[in-house]
C-alpha cells in the first residue's frame, strides 16, 4: 500500500502515536484530517502542519460522530486511508475504591464501537474511490493476553481485533485492505507513570507505516512481535507475562 500523495484521516492525532503518525506522514501526503477532542491541540497541530485539517469529535457520542464523518466525507471525498488510533484506558481494577462505573461504557464507546462506526460510516465513500484504500486498526497485545487490571480496555482491543478480522474477510474481494497494528506498551499520555521498557511513539508510527507499505495485514510492533513465538512455545508462560502489565 503506497501511502504517497493520499488524503488520510486518523484519530486521535493530536498527541502520542496519532501525533508521531501525523509527523511522520505530512511530508509525503497530500492531506491529512485529524480527529480529536481537545480544540487547543487541534489548533496548534493545524498551525504546525500547512496540509492538517482538523475536527473536534467526542467518538463516544454517537450523533456527534455521525455529524462530524457527514462534514468530513463532504469536504474531503478522497480520503482513501483511515487509521483508527484513538483509545483511552483506565487503570483501576474493579475492586479498587477509585473504580468508576461510567468509565466502562466510556471505554467501550471509544475504543471499540467508535472505530467499528467508523468503519461503516467510511466503507461507502472508500469503495466509491474504485482505486486501492485501507483501513486501519490499532490494537494492543493485551487484545491477545490481557493484564490483571485495565480488565475493560483489554476487552475492547480483543474485541476489535476480532471485528478487524471478520471486516477483512468482508472486503476480500474490495480494493480496501485491512491493517491491524498491534501495539507494545508505548510511551504515550495515556501510559504515563506506568510500565518500564516502553517504545518510542515515532517507533510505533515508524513500524506502523512500514507495515502498511509492506502490506503486512497483522503488524506486531516493537516487543509484540515476540507474542507469536513465545504464545508457540509455551502459551501459559505468555499469559503470565501479559497478566503482570
Request: proline share 6%.
Given at each position: 500500500?503506497n501511502l504517497?500523495d493520499?488524503?488520510?484521516l486518523?484519530?486521535?492525532?493530536?498527541?502520542?502515536?496519532?501525533?508521531?503518525l501525523?509527523k511522520k506522514?505530512?511530508?509525503t501526503?497530500k492531506?491529512?484530517i485529524?480527529?480529536?477532542?481537545?480544540?487547543?491541540?487541534?489548533?496548534?497541530?493545524?498551525?504546525?502542519?500547512?496540509?492538517?485539517h482538523?475536527?473536534?469529535?467526542?467518538l463516544a457520542?454517537?450523533i456527534?460522530?455521525e455529524?462530524?464523518?457527514?462534514?468530513?466525507i463532504?469536504?474531503?471525498?478522497?480520503?482513501?486511508?483511515?487509521i483508527?488510533n484513538?483509545?483511552?484506558?483506565?487503570?483501576?481494577t474493579f475492586?479498587d475504591?477509585?473504580?468508576n462505573f461510567?468509565?466502562i461504557e466510556?471505554?467501550?464507546?471509544?475504543?471499540?464501537?467508535?472505530?467499528?462506526?467508523?468503519?461503516a460510516?467510511m466503507?461507502?465513500p472508500?469503495l466509491?474511490?474504485?482505486a486501492?484504500?485501507?483501513i486501519?486498526?490499532?490494537?494492543?497485545?493485551?487484545?491477545?493476553y490481557?493484564?490483571?487490571?485495565?480488565?475493560?480496555?483489554c476487552a475492547t482491543?480483543a474485541?476489535l481485533?476480532n471485528?478487524t478480522q471478520s471486516?477483512?474477510?468482508q472486503?476480500?474481494?474490495t480494493?480496501?485492505?485491512?491493517f491491524?497494528?498491534?501495539?507494545?506498551?508505548?510511551?504515550t499520555?495515556?501510559?504515563?507513570?506506568?510500565?518500564?521498557g516502553k517504545?518510542?511513539?515515532?517507533?510505533?508510527?515508524?513500524?506502523?507505516?512500514?507495515?502498511?507499505e509492506?502490506d503486512?495485514?497483522?503488524?506486531?510492533?516493537?516487543?509484540?512481535k515476540?507474542?507469536?513465538?513465545?504464545?508457540?512455545?509455551?502459551?501459559?508462560?505468555?499469559?503470565?507475562?501479559?497478566k503482570a502489565?
Amino acid at each position: 500500500m503506497n501511502l504517497q500523495d493520499k488524503t488520510l484521516l486518523i484519530t486521535g492525532g493530536t498527541s502520542g502515536i496519532g501525533y508521531a503518525l501525523v509527523k511522520k506522514l505530512s511530508t509525503t501526503s497530500k492531506t491529512i484530517i485529524v480527529i480529536a477532542r481537545n480544540p487547543v491541540h487541534l489548533e496548534k497541530i493545524k498551525t504546525e502542519f500547512p496540509n492538517v485539517h482538523t475536527y473536534k469529535c467526542a467518538l463516544a457520542n454517537k450523533i456527534d460522530l455521525e455529524k462530524t464523518f457527514s462534514e468530513i466525507i463532504n469536504n474531503h471525498p478522497d480520503i482513501s486511508v483511515v487509521i483508527n488510533n484513538a483509545g483511552i484506558q483506565s487503570t483501576p481494577t474493579f475492586l479498587d475504591k477509585d473504580f468508576n462505573f461510567d468509565s466502562i461504557e466510556n471505554e467501550i464507546s471509544v475504543n471499540l464501537m467508535a472505530p467499528i462506526r467508523i468503519c461503516a460510516l467510511m466503507l461507502g465513500p472508500l469503495l466509491n474511490l474504485k482505486a486501492p484504500a485501507a483501513i486501519v486498526n490499532i490494537t494492543s497485545g493485551l487484545g491477545l493476553y490481557p493484564k490483571k487490571n485495565s480488565a475493560v480496555y483489554c476487552a475492547t482491543k480483543a474485541g476489535l481485533r476480532n471485528f478487524t478480522q471478520s471486516f477483512r474477510y468482508q472486503l476480500e474481494e474490495t480494493p480496501i485492505k485491512v491493517f491491524e497494528a498491534i501495539m507494545p506498551l508505548v510511551d504515550t499520555p495515556m501510559t504515563h507513570g506506568r510500565g518500564k521498557g516502553k517504545i518510542s511513539p515515532d517507533s510505533a508510527a515508524n513500524a506502523i507505516i512500514k507495515g502498511i507499505e509492506n502490506d503486512d495485514e497483522e503488524i506486531f510492533v516493537g516487543k509484540a512481535k515476540l507474542i507469536p513465538l513465545v504464545s508457540r512455545i509455551s502459551p501459559s508462560l505468555m499469559a503470565a507475562i501479559m497478566k503482570a502489565g
